[in-house]
């Protein structure tokens, strides 16, 4: 059965496992070629997320959570996105697209402090 890696794994002697060239390449010193694309795993393996692998059976419990089982009548690839099913995005606005601001639909804000009152130095005693 065909797996996708959800977070990085570990599998340790005697796992056999089904990888492409691309994935035995860099690990054929821990990993003994069976025939085909199948390997047993001599020393611990690390596989990282998002990386498909075959495993005869089911993954352990304890490996469960860090893969998902993929269905082979499907093609491995995300499907694409279309019309219906993307997810939906606010225009952007643009000063001829914005809505118009008037007195009624302006937002509050603070009071304006009078700027001569500011300016003017307070006398003392």
Known sequence: MKYQIL???????????????????PRRAVLKPLGGDLHEVITEVNFKAGEVIGFDGDLPKAMAASAEPIDETTPET???????????????????????????TAPETAPETAPEAAAKPKHRK
Request: net charge negative; hydrophobic share 25%; glycine share 2%.
């Open 7 to 25: 977070q990085p794994l570990s599998f340790y002697s005697g796992a056999l496992l089904h990888l492409t060239d691309d994935q035995a390449r």
């Open 78 to 104: 995300a499907p694409e996105t279309t019309q219906e099913t993307a997810p939906e995005t606010a225009p952007e606005t643009t000063p001829e697209t914005a809505p118009e601001t008037t007195p009624e």
